[in-house]
Structure formats: C-alpha cells, structure tokens
C-alpha cells in the first residue's frame, strides 16, 4: 500500500487583504510515486496549490487557511518550510531569480541546499554530483551561474532542488519561459524522476504535454477543482472543454465530428482518425 | 562574463596563503598601531613594513597605482589646510601670497597623511590577497550566522549587477530624452528618473528569491559544516595574538608617555 | 510599544534578502550623483529606505556592509566610518518603526536625525584621525578660515562635517522617501516584519463552478 504524498482536506485559502478566497474547497488525495498535472485558467488557484502543499501559504504570505495540507502525513501548519525542505521541493516558473546569488560556481550553487541543511561534506559532494548528473548539467559545473541560459538555469535550479532528494516536488510552470530544447531536457528529466518513484505535481499550460506525460489530471477553475482523473476522462468533460480547454487532438476530433469519447493523445487521436477512413 | 566585486589579485606569496583571520586581525591592528602611535618616526616605520608586506605578495605596482590616486589628494589637502590654519602654527616655512604656511601645521599634516596611508597600504593588502569567499567562509567558521555569510556573498555579486543595469536604464532613459548634462538644476533633475526604476527592478526579485531560499532551507538552525578548510599553524596562531595585544598594549604605553 | 520592540523581531528570510539589495542601493545611488557629477555622496539612499521598509536591522546592517564593502574596494579612508552608516540604518529604522516618513513633522523630524547622528559621530572621527577634517575641500576651507578666525577646533570641525551632512543627508532623506511612497503597495506591506493583526472581514469563498 503505497503512502500518501499529499492531502488535501477541505482546504480553502485567502491572502492576506484579498477580497476573495484564491482557493475553496480543495480536497485531493495523491500517492506516493504519482505523477499529477494541474491545469486551468488563469487566477485558477494553481499556483496557490503548489504553495500550500509547500506550505509557503500559509507561513511565508500569512492569510487565512482552512482545511488542512498533509504532506507526508505532517500538517503543514505545523511545519515550517525550512523544514519541508528536506522532503519537498517547489520549482518556480522564473528561472533567473531562483538562483542564491551568493555562489560563484554551478557546482557550488548545487550544495547550496544541503550546507544549508547540514549535510558532511562528503555526502554534500555526493548529491551535488548525482543532481548534476541527473540534469545534465556536469560539463558546467565551474561556471558562473549568471553565464547560463535560461533553459541551462532552470536546469541548475532544478538540480539544486534534487540535492535535497526530496520525495515529493511541485513544478509551477516549469518551462513557461524556456524555449523548446530547454522544455524537453526538463521533461526528460522529470520523465526520470518519476520512473525512481519521485511524487510530481506539476502545473502546466500545454495540455497535450500533460496528456502524454501525466498518468492523472486535476482541472481547476476559479479556485475549486472542476475533474480529477485520467486524462482521457478530464478532458472529455463538458465542463473542462468549456472552462479550460481541449488539447488540439481533442479538438480536432470534436471539429471532426468522430463520436466520443475523444482521444486526448496523439497516438490515440491517430487511431481514432484512421478508423472512419479505414 | 559575470564576476563578483573584488580586488582579488591571483598570487601564491606567504600572505596569499595565511589564513583570512590573520590577515584580518593583522590588518586591523596594524591600522589601530599607525593611529595610536604618537609620532611620525613610528608610523613610517610601520608604512615601510607595510610597504615590504605588499612587495612581498607581489602586488606593489597594483596597489601603489590604486592607493597614490587615493592618498594624493587627500594629503594635499591636509597639507593645504593645516599647514594654512592649526592653531599650533608659529614657525613660518613658505608663504603662497598672503597665504602663510607653518611648519607645525604642515607636521601634524603630515602625521595624518602618513597614518591615512598606512590605513589605506594596509586595507589594499588585505584586499588584494584575500578572496572575499575565502573571508566570509573563515568568518562563518568561527561563527559568524550563515545568513549573515549569504548577505555579504550575495551582496558582492549584486552590486556590480546593480550597477550595470543602472547603465542600462541610464542609456534608456536618455534615448527618451533624459538629459544628464549641463547645468547644475537640470542634471539633478535626472537623479530621480534614473533611480526610481533602479530600485523598483532590484526589488521586483526579492519576493522570489527570498521564497526559493526557504524551499533551499535557508536558516535551517544546524551545526554548519565548513565548505573547505584553511592552512593555519601555531606561528599564524601566535601571530593573531601578538597584534590583537599590541593595540591595547600601545594605548597603555601612550597613557605611560610614549611619545 | 517600547523602542525595543523596533529591534525585537528576528528577521525573515524577506528580510535578510532585502539588506544586499539595500546594499546595491546605496551603492547605485553614489554611482549615478558620480556620473550626473552632483556635488553629494548620496551613499545612504538603500540604508534609509531599508530602514524605513524594514527596520533597524535591516537599515542598520545595510549600511554597516556597504561601508565595509567600498573600504575594502574602493575607498579604505571611510572605513572608521562604517559605524555611523551602521547607526544612519538603525536611526532610520527606528523613525520608520514609529512611522514618523509618514508625517511632515515626522519627516522633517528623519532627516534632522539623520544629520545630527552622521554629523554627530562624525566630528569625533574627523577630529581624531584626520586632524580635523572632513576630507571635503569646502568644508575643509570652512574650516581653515573658522581655525584662522579663532574658533575653537571641535566646533570649526562639526561645521565642516556639517556643511556636508545637511546637503547630503536632505537629498538622502527626501529620495528614500520619494522612493518609499513610489513602490507598489504591496512591496511596502511585503517588507515590513511587524504585521498588524488581521481586522477585515472573513473574505468570500471563490465563486461556485
């Protein structure tokens, strides 16, 4: 019986001064080794919901939260993120200011995390290698973080979080500001992870991405979670065409007027297309 | 190519190699001694153990070309003004016009101005043998908060990161039409167009970057482990201890009548 | 609220990353007066503002590090001076504590402050290791001519400090405010460490899907 990575239970939030609650209502169940993606509109609560179960919200903004966020089975009111730190990690859409700015050198930047939470300096050493390694990142390891690209940052970010060798990690728009090469290195490496057993939750814009890669969708709309479930089902749901949108297969299908249910994926949108002609 | 703000000067000479404490203690007590010493015979001897220290380490042509643009004008200035108007003065030397020089002022001018260089050779040394990595790191060994050891290292690289893209905004500002030159009133008027954005972009970050610190566990209260170790030894360790006691050992003979 | 209290929170994480850029601050504002060839050091902007978003420790530290940093780079004659940069920081984080940028008298009140603090601890300085003098040739001619005219030294050596302080430290005061007042709302509610208890009402749920 594989462990709860992180609950929701009857979650709602509301920033410090904001009129409106950011998210009502949330309850979600995910296991340990899932790999989910979290989608919507814009002002949806995704983002919200990476930083509650990171549990930035509420220590880190104030505000007020109701429910509880169980990551691991700790209540994350009680923990503070510092703590967290050592089993979840939260990487961030923008890949210039995620950086310490207090190292000189890739690799340095790499251990970074694990001096700050104590580690020998052999096992530090061992991490920073294994992250690199991991994000294919190696061959810049003497670098000044400031000289990289982008998609080489976002990397190093990354790889800075894996020192940490955290169980569970939040991806908030990952590649939102990278170019194509630097998308498909992050996803391969995520691909991975979770191949190792690592829990993601990874909130992303491209819905046939999140087709492809995640196993389970959770939709959210305006703050509460519209479908949760196989991608196939999440988006053949009226309410989730609507509010959120169709992969472009999906689409196609639907403009095609092929009977449900729509394929959301590009192997199966090609099966399906084939079949009227065949 | 990115870089930190240093004056770091490559180099493998003994003081290269001593440990930043000693280099630290030696530095700031060698500034203490040149103040507390009463004379002017004293303190040129101290600038001229300086002054072998620096060749020493190899970086005399570089830091003499550094500190003579500092130390000129300032000691011509001491000697303009004191020698002019110290209320000691009473032996004429030179008089420019109605403007009479005395060798009392000019002495107690040229006291200050050969403690300020000392002040001065002394810091340079340091700087130019030191890596502000290396000084933070040793720092932090002997207690210094890692929080406080982040807000020097990252303080290092901001600043020149700062600086150009105040280059930057300066370039923006004056193609839309800013203009930084001519009279006094109109160039201070460009002060606030170039500053306000200057500050609004450097704090823009700061939300972020403080939350990704913390997903880092940044202020995680644990026993810090060192990040490389320095060579000290018994002599270094003496060393420290002999100049941290001469300071207060000066003062006391200075009490006693040293002068 | 005691004037300890000012000091009492330890510093967040928002906080600690504040003071370098606070740090940058002071130095960009030095480096744009040298480049507009102003007559002013403007050196303390980031240590005030920091102050005022953020307390004595922050302003305090800001201004300590500077001063470290530039005597260590570029100008070793100001480093005895680094404690009164420290006390700049804390001076303007206890006024921003009480809120006094947020009044005329208040502010009249910082920048009075301001200057008898750095004037204050400067002549000390001046009079100990520099034979009197600020290093500025206006106020060092002030006080050659005050010397001259029979004036006692420590006062002819606080009017020298003086007439540098109340220039410089007007245009400090006044930019960090004007730069206070013009950051977004929420940066100045981001910075400050001591939250005020929560009076609003509960906030309404997100709208039904």
């Known amino acids: 019986m594989s462990e709860l990575a992180l609950v929701f239970d009857g979650v709602s939030y509301a920033y410090e001064e904001a009129p409106r609650e950011a998210v009502s209502d949330i309850s979600l169940s995910i296991s340990s080794g899932e790999w989910i993606g979290v989608t919507g509109p814009t002002n949806a609560g995704k983002s919200t919901l990476c930083l509650l179960a990171m549990g930035l919200a509420p220590h880190f903004f104030g505000g007020r939260l109701k429910g509880s966020v169980l990551a691991f089975g700790r209540d994350s009111r009680t923990v503070p993120v510092i703590e967290r730190s050592s089993e979840v990690g939260l990487l961030f859409q923008n890949p210039f200011t995620q950086i310490s700015g207090a190292r000189e050198r890739v690799d340095d930047e790499v251990a970074f995390g694990p001096e700050c939470h104590g580690l020998s300096r052999p096992e530090v050493d061992m991490r920073v290698e294994e992250a690199m390694r991991q994000v294919g990142i190696t061959h810049l390891a003497s670098r000044h973080p400031l000289d990289l690209s982008g998609g080489q940052l976002q990397r190093l970010a990354l790889a800075a979080l894996l020192a940490m060798q955290p169980k569970l990690l939040l991806l908030d728009e990952p590649t939102s500001q990278l170019d194509p090469a630097g998308t498909a290195a992050i996803f391969e490496v995520l691909a991975g992870l979770h191949a190792r057993g690592v829990t993601i939750v990874m909130v992303e814009h491209r819905l046939e991405t999140l087709c492809e890669l995640c196993p389970r969708i959770v939709a959210m709309v305006a703050g509460r979670v519209l479908a949760d479930g196989p991608p196939d089902d999440v988006f053949n749901h009226a309410a989730v065409q609507d509010r959120v949108g169709l992969p472009v297969f999906t689409r196609l299908a639907r403009d095609a007027d092929l009977p449900g249910p729509w394929p959301v994926r590009l192997a199966d949108s090609t099966a399906a297309f084939e079949s009227p002609i065949a | 190519m990115a870089g930190g703000l240093s004056l770091y000067a490559e180099g493998t000479s003994l003081l290269h190699r001593a440990h930043p404490l000693t280099k630290g203690v030696v530095t700031l007590s060698a500034v203490a001694l040149a103040f507390i010493a009463p004379s002017i015979g004293w303190v040129a001897a101290l600038g001229i153990i300086l002054l072998v220290l620096v060749a020493l380490a190899g970086v005399l042509r570089r830091l003499l070309a550094v500190a003579l643009a500092i130390l000129l004008p300032i000691t011509l200035l001491l000697l303009a003004v004191q020698g002019f108007a110290n209320p000691n003065n009473r032996t004429v030397v030179f008089a420019l016009g109605p403007i009479v020089y005395y060798r009392e002022g000019l002495a107690i001018a040229a006291l200050a101005a050969v403690r300020i260089a000392c002040l001065v050779g002394a810091t340079f040394l340091f700087s130019f043998t030191t890596r502000p990595a290396d000084l933070s790191e040793a720092l932090m060994q002997r207690g210094l908060s890692p929080r406080m050891g982040y807000v020097l290292q990252s303080a290092l690289q901001i600043i020149p990161q700062t600086l150009d893209m105040a280059g930057r905004i300066q370039d923006a500002q004056r193609a839309r039409g800013l203009e930084t030159e001519g009279s006094l009133p109109r160039r201070a008027r460009a002060y606030l167009p170039l500053m306000l954005p200057l500050v609004l972009s450097s704090l823009v970050a700061t939300q972020e970057r403080a939350m990704a610190l913390e997903v880092r566990g940044f202020g995680l209260r644990v026993k810090r482990i060192s990040r490389y170790e320095f060579v000290d030894s018994a002599a270094q360790r003496i060393l420290r201890w002999v100049m941290a006691l001469a300071v207060p050992g000066a003062i006391a003979a200075r009490i006693a009548g040293w002068r | ?209």
Request: with cysteine; net charge neutral; aromatic share 10%.
């Open chain 3, 1 to 209: 609220m005691g004037i300890l209290n000012a000091f009492k929170v330890r510093m967040n994480t928002l906080a600690i990353v504040l003071i370098p850029v606070c740090i940058a601050i002071d130095w960009a504002g030095h480096a744009i007066a040298s480049t507009l060839k102003l007559p002013l050091f403007l050196d303390s902007i980031g240590t005030v503002l920091g102050g005022l978003l953020a307390g004595p420790w922050v302003g305090g530290i800001a201004g300590l590090i500077t001063n470290f940093i530039s005597s260590g780079t570029v100008d070793p004659i100001a480093a005895p001076y680094s404690i009164i940069s420290l006390a700049i920081g804390i001076a303007a984080g206890i006024a921003g504590y009480y809120g006094w940028h947020k009044t005329w008298q208040g502010r009249v009140a910082l920048y009075v402050l301001i200057v008898l603090v750095a004037s204050i601890g400067s002549t000390p300085l001046n009079i100990n290791l520099y034979a009197g003098q600020s290093g500025v040739p206006t106020g060092d001619a002030i006080y050659a001519a005050l010397v001259k005219g029979g004036w006692p030294t420590w006062l002819a050596a606080y009017i020298d400090e003086a007439s540098g302080d109340i220039p410089d430290k007007l245009i400090t005061v006044v930019v960090a405010i004007l730069i206070y007042f013009g950051l977004p709302n929420r940066y100045r509610a981001l910075f400050s460490v001591w939250r005020r208890p929560s009076t609003e009402a509960e906030p309404a749920p997100a709208a039904s899907v």
